[in-house]
């Protein structure tokens, strides 16, 4: 089933304990799109500058991407971020952020409007919210991050009322809500809007809350982290991309996909930037989400 | 089966976002036999002052625990802890710690020593050592804590070859491996000796090691987090008590002793000091076990 991703493309500076990187391909459509289209065919819509390397789009382009909406702005650069990471990883420390071709409007293809699942990654929430009206019969998940908790809570707010899913990181959810408790918080986000929200815990798992049901899921246990740049993007990506080839937001279909997330998310950090997500093949993702099956089988 | 412990008895201040109370029962051995004895007769030995109501063992005394360990010295205080959490809620700050009948030697009775299960909470890895030499022919779980990591390594290091199975915090598992990443810290540990290593994650559940397999378990979901002392300890007397109750050490039965452990530390954070502990029954533990199930369940 159809799924479009409105996201960054990013050229990346990276510092870990593994090592540094400078200019490598990023940004969370990119990252998403890897995931994602290792289940399903993904519509890209992304803003990129004159200085992007054409081959970084050759995994995508093999796994059937459409690029409709990948508008390119000749007299502008591509987004850059640097960061660095130490300890336990868990977060990153922002270096630079040159926003470049990110202050102009995303572009809408007029095909990508009957897509079935819409996933706005984060951007301000009016840009997210104009996008939406667009999808009128689309299911929408949508991430957001601390910064528009700050200053752009009105506009927050009446996203996250019209939105079907939404999908943060337990430091966002503690912010939005105000609640320390990550269970009550869950239970505040609901409140707020979406049917489903999603709570990324990093390297300790992900919760679910629907008006059914709560679940919680460990992650994919990883020994050598080498750069967590993008695991959240590749966590939705490969959820997104499983639910859009499920079609279907049962419990069943959204707790496998989780864990196709977190499968992603792994393969994600093994390595710098997207390398080890185009490397990686969907035979490989099912061994793995098969081991995590097993690492998590708890037979009552 | 038969379960031995060697703890603290403890008189405990405590502060937290819910309120602040003083004196009240705790110490490790006090969690865990409240813990353990919702399973099967628990074996206590323990040091204790002249200070300690008398009344705070007539919900173990009911679940039939043996005192015949318990040392009592009239000239001396309990040990006395006291401390404040705040934020998260993830660790204390200690503000007072008064040893007392803690820098005693505990008192090892001749009838605990065929005991089939010995759990040793945080002390001395000396006295750890020589309590051991007494119980040949026992599965030995034992606990540890930062402090002795600095001061008595070689010590600690002795314990572990001579343990099956070590019960730790990831913070000890990271301080006593070096290790950040707490999947290359279990790897670690198993080297260090025990067979079995259970990393206990607070809020984020626990990791088991053993030569055959790794498992992950989140914690249960709880809203209402009160006091969270204790809560390791419960972990630790809920596991052991389920274990010794099913008498096995296979995957299966390591598996569901920790979910009972996990549902024990649900209950104890949810009031302060033991009270919840003392007042749960074994039926609401079951019920809360079957729940975990359900929200732990992902069917590949």
């Known amino acids: 089933m159809s799924l479009t991703v409105f996201g960054s493309i990013g050229r990346d500076d990276i510092t870990t304990p593994s ?5 490598v391909v990023g940004g969370s459509a990119v990252y998403f799109s890897l995931a994602a289209s290792l289940f399903t065919k993904v519509r890209l819509a992304a803003n990129v500058g004159n200085d992007f390397p054409d ?14 909406g990948l508008q390119v702005f000749d007299d502008k650069k591509t987004f850059h971020w640097a960061g660095s990471y130490s300890g336990d990883m868990n977060e990153a420390e922002t270096l630079v952020t040159d926003l470049n071709v990110l202050t102009e409007k995303p572009f809408v293809p007029e095909s990508y409007t009957d897509s079935k699942f819409l996933f706005l990654a984060n951007m301000a ?16 998940f949508a991430d957001t991050m601390n910064l528009w908790i700050d200053i752009a809570r009105p506009q927050l707010d009446a996203l996250l009322s019209k939105i079907d899913g939404l999908v943060l990181n337990d430091g966002e959810a503690r912010m939005l809500t105000g609640e320390q408790n990550l269970i009550r918080a869950g239970a505040a986000l609901q409140k707020m809007g979406p049917k489903y929200v999603i709570v990324k815990k990093g390297e300790h798992g992900a919760f ?29 990506g490969g959820m997104m991309g499983a639910l859009a080839a499920a079609s279907s937001l049962t419990p ?8 196709y997330g977190t499968v992603c ?22 061994a793995r989400f098969a081991e995590l099956g097993d690492f998590l089988s708890f037979p009552p």
């Open 19 to 23: 090592g540094s990187v400078e200019g």
């Open 55 to 68: 081959q970084a789009w050759d995994v995508l382009r093999q796994r059937g991407t459409d690029f409709a």
């Open 125 to 140: 929430p009016e840009t997210q919210l104009e996008i939406l009206g667009q999808f009128p019969n689309s299911t929408v």
């Open 208 to 236: 679910l809350f629907t008006p059914d049901e709560r679940f919680g899921l460990l992650a994919y246990p990883v020994d050598n982290v080498v750069d967590p740049t993008g695991a959240g993007d590749s966590f939705a």
């Open 252 to 259: 069943k279909s959204i707790h496998r996909a989780m864990a």
């Open 265 to 286: 998310a792994s393969f994600t950090v093994q390595d710098f930037s997207v390398r080890a997500l185009e490397q990686v093949t969907r035979s490989e993702i099912d």
